[in-house]
């Protein structure tokens, strides 16, 4: 079988980090440059290692490092992130990680570390670090996810455990952080946040299992078989706020099970746009869908970057728009045609660039 980049057409691809791990999180900083708080390891966060901030000067083309976010401490590593600005321009990472240990030649993941809150003044040159973030009550050192948003005069951020999916809120810049709310429990893991301009609190949610209704899994097999399984993956929902982030109430399923995490993003026309991960056996990728109502309806998917190699480790999306309307949209994988090692591919596209079909009525 051949495999070949499979991008909206006239879209840019570019890869960059190379032997990195990245799990990418994207930034547009106050100087018009995107930040990517990428962790700097080529596996899967069993070995020691930290943040780092990558930096693009040129709309997403070309990329270099900039600087360590984090220094950790011996027989740690510090990987999982949230980023974001803050109402002062500051650029923003909450950052947790893990204990290791050696055991029989093997180095394994022991405990979740305390996250840490991670300040920089001057567009990521430099950092000042503390750790005065007080957990959900019920995930102690649950693990930042997705965008720092500001909402008036107060941040706001998710975190998650197996316990389910929490919001932290901070009222002074940042420094510190309490917790707020539950944005579900059990089922739901990592979450990316956004607050639209219309004030309204939306959740994209990686729930821990897929399709929970066994019979619309049965409707969406296929004959030969090969979506074996697959129900039991997870898969993202939508959780809506109408009380500032008080309560949450679970919404539309946005991908198929197999299909994580999410990241959302509000368009300069007011389009809400979600990508996710995917990995299906029929496609490995990125993929994305639109709402035009607020998240009440979305397009059918369509796809950012795909035909990835299968086995590949691969997904984590996020999304910037640039002030010429074009979107950046970068991912971390393992293999693929183009590069067969870790490191952080970046799409530049325009949504012009894609066929997008809305339901009617």
């Known amino acids: 079988m051949a495999y070949q980049l499979s991008i909206p057409n006239g879209a840019f ?3 960059t980090a190379p032997d990195h791990c990245a799990w990418p ?40 490092l900039r600087s360590e976010v984090t ?13 974001g600005l803050n109402q002062n321009g500051e650029l923003m990472v909450l950052c947790s990680g893990w204990s290791l240990t ?15 809150v991670c300040i920089s003044g001057d567009e990521g040159r430099t950092w000042e670090v503390g750790d005065d973030i007080e957990p959900p009550p019920q995930s102690p050192n649950a693990v930042p996810f997705g965008d720092v948003v500001i909402a008036g005069e107060q941040l706001a951020v998710s975190v998650y455990r197996q316990t389910g999916s929490h919001l932290l809120r901070s009222h ?29 609190w939306l959740a994209a949610v990686r729930t821990a299992r897929g399709e929970p209704d066994a019979e619309r899994a049965v409707r969406l097999s296929h004959s030969d078989g090969s979506w074996a399984g697959w129900q039991e993956k997870g898969a993202v929902v939508l959780c809506r706020s109408d009380d500032g982030g008080d309560s949450w109430d679970e919404g539309p399923r946005l991908s198929l099970p197999g299909q994580i995490p999410p990241h959302l993003l509000q368009l300069a026309d007011g ?14 990728g990125v993929m994305g869908r639109v709402s035009r109502d607020g998240g009440g309806t979305w397009s059918l998917p369509f796809r ?11 997904g984590y999306p ?11 949209t970068a991912y971390y994988c393992s293999k693929s045609p183009w590069y067969q090692r870790y490191h952080m591919g970046v799409v530049r596209w325009n949504p012009d660039m894609v066929q997008v079909f809305m339901p009617t009525a």
């Not at 309490?178 to 301009?197: A, F, P, Q």
């Not at 389009?271 to 490995?284: H, K, N």
């Open 172 to 200: 002074d810049a940042g420094r510190s952080w309490r917790y707020g709310s539950d944005i579900g429990l059990g089922n739901h893991l990592e979450t990316d946040l956004l607050v639209t301009r219309e004030g309204h």
């Open 13 to 15: 691809h570019t890869i």
């Open 304 to 314: 950012v970057a795909g035909d990835f190699l299968p086995q590949s480790d691969h």
């Open 71 to 83: 220094q950790h401490e011996p027989g740690t590593n510090r990987m999982n992130v949230a980023a």
């Open 271 to 284: 389009t809400i746009l979600v990508t996710y991960g995917s990995r299906m056996p029929e496609f490995r």
């Open 318 to 328: 996020s999304t910037v728009q640039l002030d010429c309307g074009d979107l950046v």
């Open 102 to 116: 050696h055991e029989e030649g093997r180095v394994k993941l022991v405990d979740v570390l305390p996250a840490w």
């Open 25 to 64: 999180n994207l930034t547009l900083l106050p100087s018009g440059e995107i930040g990517a708080v990428i962790f700097n390891q080529p596996n899967h966060a069993d070995v020691e290692g930290d943040v780092e901030l990558w930096v693009s000067s040129d709309g997403g083309y070309t990329w270099a």
